[in-house]
């Protein structure tokens, strides 16, 4: 079966731009979180959806925005991009809504802000 | 203060050596993650714990929810294990993930 895919891989992107992310879970997951994770540091949580709904969502600006399809596919959009958006996107899907499934993660896509 | 603490932050180690990370949370907890990220960032679950000790292969994870800690051990390292190793937690009251900055392993031949 395949894992958690993640697309693009890499992007590269300037100032004011906007950018979607995609994100296909592991077939028979339903909730799809995403993750932001700049150089050094550890994963900061962004949205989790469960059933195609916004289950939780983190500190971050409104620029930041996402959506799960009924195919539990799901996509990360920015807006007005900025420099410190630089990082690794992570998405990862678990079979159920509240964390008592382990996560499995995507690869990430590696935003660069110019 | 962070509310996931790791220690080292950074681990040398040579081939066969004992290795022990550890990690501490200021919240309360449904269940503690320990994750292991490759160089490029693929991340791998390795396990999750919501109490006592579990064991896979060289890897064994154990917490203590009374003194709010947990560590990830590897016995007879291999360079292979090199990589960063990120406790999480989720929060018993948001159900967010929370995240440690991580341990980098460099394990040498």
């Known amino acids: 079966d395949a894992g958690v895919t993640q697309s693009p891989t890499h992007l590269i992107k300037t100032r004011g731009q906007h950018v979607t992310l995609r994100c296909s879970p592991i077939?028979?997951?339903?909730?799809v979180s995403w993750y932001q994770q700049v150089l050094g540091q550890g994963p900061q949580f962004i949205f989790q959806?469960?059933?195609?709904?916004?289950?939780g969502r983190g500190n971050f600006p409104d620029r930041f925005s996402a959506r799960q399809f009924p195919n539990y596919s799901s996509e990360l959009n920015v807006n007005a991009l900025l420099l410190g958006d630089s990082a690794l996107y992570l998405c990862?899907?678990?079979?159920?809504?509240?964390?008592?499934?382990?996560?499995?993660f995507g690869d990430g896509t590696r935003l660069s802000i110019l | 203060k962070n509310e996931v603490e790791q220690s080292p932050q950074n681990l040398t180690a040579q081939e066969g050596e004992f290795i022990t990370i550890n990690c501490s949370y200021s919240?309360?907890?449904?269940?503690l993650h320990w994750l292991q990220q490759h160089p490029g960032g693929g991340i791998v679950s390795l396990f999750m714990?919501?109490?006592g000790k579990k064991k896979h292969g060289r890897l064994i994870a154990t917490i203590n929810i009374q003194e709010k800690h947990s560590s990830l051990h590897i016995t007879a390292s291999h360079p292979r294990d090199s990589a960063v190793y990120i406790c999480?937690?989720?929060?018993?009251?948001?159900?967010?993930?929370?995240f440690g900055t991580g341990t980098r392993l460099q394990v040498f031949p």
């Open positions: 999480a937690v989720r929060s018993g009251s948001t159900d967010k993930l929370i």
């Open positions: 714990l919501s109490s």
């Open positions: 959806y469960y059933e195609k709904e916004e289950r």
């Open positions: 919240v309360g907890i449904s269940a």
């Open positions: 077939s028979g997951h339903k909730s």
């Open positions: 990862a899907s678990s079979l159920d809504e509240v964390g008592y499934q382990p996560q499995h």
